[in-house]
């Protein structure tokens, strides 16, 4: 069974800095989609990031990145320039034709 | 909004009592799925349903059934209740076409409380 894995339960960056959060996952699969929820305090699942495995170019949207390394199963999210409305849980999620994880989740505070 | 709708917003009931969870997914949308979030944890996938049929399964409990009718809304049943049933369970729907590489996109979810 796949599984993805948060390593990073709380991480917290001052405002205007960088942060990364890690994400590994396990699968035999070579067809597969990850991607990255932002859940705030109004525990809405907001979609962040998406990366298409078979996609050897990192997504890209505004300040948010992935560090993509499929041979090393890694999946992280750089959040440039953080801004107060990006504190909430984040949650790097994994998919493919018959399943979606989801990791614990790694909880973000952007201190002003 | 990402215009997928849950109802109710909140729900508390009884251990063994049985209830149902309303969602319907973004016009155009064919593709339902169903997620528990217990407290301060991570989404559990349940179960997905694709135009009326169930496509992929999580860890659904045998107590918990789904269906998605004709009008593309789906329901989520939760019977024999237990206190561990207690989480917000999320409903969240994608695209037109199945397949894992369309974003989901999620309901406000409904906040289920067993006493």
């Known amino acids: 069974a796949q599984t993805v894995t948060q390593s990073q339960p709380e991480m917290s960056v001052q405002e205007a800095e960088t942060v990364t959060l890690s994400c590994t996952y396990d699968?035999?699969?070579?067809?597969?989609?990850l991607f990255w929820y932002k859940q705030p305090p109004s525990r809405q699942m907001i979609l962040v990031i998406r990366q298409e495995a078979y996609k050897q170019q990192n997504a890209t949207e505004n300040r948010f990145s992935v560090n993509f390394q499929k041979a090393a199963k890694s999946f992280s999210l750089k959040i440039s320039d953080s801004q107060l409305g990006d504190t909430a849980m984040y949650f790097c999620a994994f998919r493919d034709n018959n399943d979606m994880r989801f990791g614990a989740g790694t909880r973000l505070t952007v201190k002003p | 909004d990402s215009g997928v709708t849950q109802t109710p917003k909140h729900l508390i009931t009884a251990t063994g009592q049985r209830v149902t969870l309303r969602c319907s997914p973004r016009s155009g949308d064919l593709s339902v799925y169903w997620y528990q979030q217990s407290l301060d944890q991570g989404l559990q996938f349940l179960i997905q349903?694709?135009?009326?049929?169930?496509?992929a399964k999580g860890n659904i409990l045998e107590r918990f059934s789904a269906q998605q009718f004709p009008d593309l809304h789906s329901e989520l049943n939760l019977s024999s209740l237990e206190l561990g049933d207690s989480a917000l369970y999320f409903c969240a729907s994608s695209a037109p076409r199945d397949g894992p590489s369309y974003e989901q996109y999620f309901g406000p979810g409904t906040r289920l409380t067993v006493t």
């Open positions: 699968t035999s699969e070579n067809n597969y989609y």
């Open positions: 349903y694709y135009n009326g049929e169930e496509r």
